[in-house]
């Protein structure tokens, strides 16, 4: 059964010692003391001047120089592989809970409950969750059914690359938002350089860089009361080889069990990078940072031996770097067309023009359309609290695929705390044509808000959700629930959230801009 979703609240790591090592460097390193952050200028400028002698450093400033140059290569290692670690976390959940195999599919029959640790998970709808290695099973069909909508990403998170069709490029999605249109169809992925041997003519193709796969499907239903359909639709879909016998599928039914998705942010960290790069091909995106990675000791084929220094240092590196992406997170709202409207605090995943929502500047690689670069702060936001990515997920044609919109602060700009209550007002006629949420999440682990009594953390259009007499919504979200509230949604004191509202099969009023949602609004 799965693991104690508890003990994710807090990952563990031992705090630095100090020997004879550290006695020359200790002084570089400065803390927050008492709620009071130190200058860590200082610590900057003691680095930039550690002592030289005929331009070669020093026995201690050579030291303290590799053990800062190791320190942040691993927390850059961290922020680059948060796409790929985020990932196998997830399969190593759902191999330890279900069992491995493309045959094997954990499904949310109940939806998604708290109890499931993933970061930022949809909980309402019906989830479908499957890893598949192709160097397994060879070329792998995918017989979706009708009104399906899924994603097919990389080990690297990146979106596979799927056929062309009427000048329309497919990355990632099958079903309502891919090449079938919600009508069901066969699809073929194949690893690149891999000859699959067979007229492709009857398949939509997808090819994939890498040994792993990772299929993500939502099944929709018009009930809460009946999640039939839902579960129907995710069950419908099959897996098998393109070539030899097939396995049955194998649908495990997963929401009552709990589980820890989430990855760490300690040494274990990079551990787990460690086997997931043992499973995978070598990677030519990015070779420098694969030489960074390499640097730190992890590389395909060798043995990951850290000495009890970089362990140290390591795990330092992650606590750092986690937070840092956090405080990425957190902030987002402060980076130039982070926004989706100016006067308030809803942020877009991909950086998306306040006046002009028909266009992100940012592809599904989170790449400058323009100059082609990374952007890396927003690759972080996204994963750090996230997961998935495809055309669908960033799709400007309204009628497809969603939109989603973060809010990490209220209408003051304060960060979102759960011993406040807020008020939020959305206008009349939410712009969705298949469903629209509001869902709150834990500013820790990104997972569903744990609150006592609260089955799922959130609110959306097939609830019985109450509207006012003028077709407008008020959603109260805070420990307790307002006498005037009729729409509630309940927080854990002590602890941050943050808000993600969600459109499915977003309208023109939402890409017009003549929908704009409320903020949160903190009352006494």
């Known amino acids: 059964m799965g693991r104690s979703v508890r003990a994710r609240r807090i990952r563990g790591g031992r705090k630095c010692g100090h020997d004879v090592f550290w006695s020359a460097y200790e002084p570089y390193w400065r803390s927050i003391v008492g709620g009071v952050l130190v200058d860590f200028m200082d610590r900057y400028r003691a680095l930039a001047e550690l002592p030289m002698e005929g331009g070669y450093p020093t026995s201690d400033a050579a030291e303290a120089l590799a053990a800062e140059l190791f320190f942040q290569r691993a927390v850059q290692v961290y922020l680059w592989a948060l796409p790929a670690v985020n990932l196998f976390a997830m399969r190593e959940s759902i191999g330890h809970d279900f069992g491995h195999g493309y045959n094997v599919m954990a499904v949310y029959e109940k939806r998604l409950k708290p109890n499931t640790a993933i970061t930022t998970p949809n909980s309402d709808v019906i989830y479908g969750l499957c890893f598949v290695d192709l160097s397994e099973t060879g070329p792998l069909v995918i017989e979706a059914p009708e009104r399906v909508q899924g994603l097919v990403d990389d080990a690297w998170h990146r979106p596979l690359p799927g056929p062309r069709i009427e000048e329309v490029q497919y990355l990632a999605d099958i079903g309502i938002p891919g090449p079938d249109q919600g009508k069901g169809g066969k699809y073929l992925i194949v690893r690149e350089g891999d ?282 979200v805070g420990p307790q629930r307002p006498r005037e509230a009729t729409n509630w949604l309940k927080t854990v004191p002590g602890r941050g959230w943050f808000g993600l509202l969600r459109w499915y099969g977003p309208q023109p009023e939402f890409f017009d801009r003549r929908y704009k949602p409320g903020d949160f609004v903190r009352i006494e």
């Open 195 to 476: 000859d699959p041997g067979v007229d492709q003519s009857g398949y939509y193709v997808f090819t994939s860089p890498t040994n792993g796969i990772y299929l993500l499907l939502r099944g929709f239903f018009r009930s809460v009361d009946d999640l039939a359909p839902g579960v129907a639709s995710i069950e419908g879909i099959t897996l098998r080889p393109l070539h030899g016998p097939a396995e049955p599928m194998v649908h495990a039914h997963a929401s009552d069990v709990c589980a820890d998705a989430i990855f760490a942010h300690d040494f274990s960290y990079f551990e787990m990078l460690d086997r997931m790069i043992q499973s995978e091909r070598d990677d030519r995106i990015d070779p420098y940072m694969h030489g960074v990675l390499a640097a730190l000791g992890i590389r395909r084929g060798r043995t990951f031996a850290p000495t009890g220094r970089q362990r140290e240092l390591l795990d330092l590196a992650a606590k750092t770097a986690w937070r840092m992406a956090k405080r990425i997170a957190a902030d987002f709202d402060r980076g130039e067309d982070a926004l989706w409207w100016a006067d308030r605090h809803w942020i877009a995943h991909a950086r998306t023009r306040t006046d002009d929502f028909y266009r992100t500047l940012l592809d599904e690689t989170f790449r400058d359309r323009d100059t082609g670069h990374t952007d890396v702060d927003a690759k972080a936001h996204m994963f750090i609290n996230h997961f998935s990515i495809s055309t669908g997920m960033m799709s400007v044609t309204p009628g497809k695929g969603a939109k989603y919109c973060n809010a990490y602060k209220d209408s003051d700009g304060r960060y979102l705390r759960g011993e406040n209550t807020y008020r939020i007002d959305l206008p009349a006629g939410p712009p969705a044509s298949i469903l629209w949420s509001l869902t709150i999440y834990d500013a820790e682990t990104a997972s569903g808000v744990d609150a006592d009594g609260q089955t799922y953390p959130s609110l959306n259009s097939m609830d019985p959700i109450t509207g006012n007499d003028d077709g407008t919504y008020t959603i109260h």
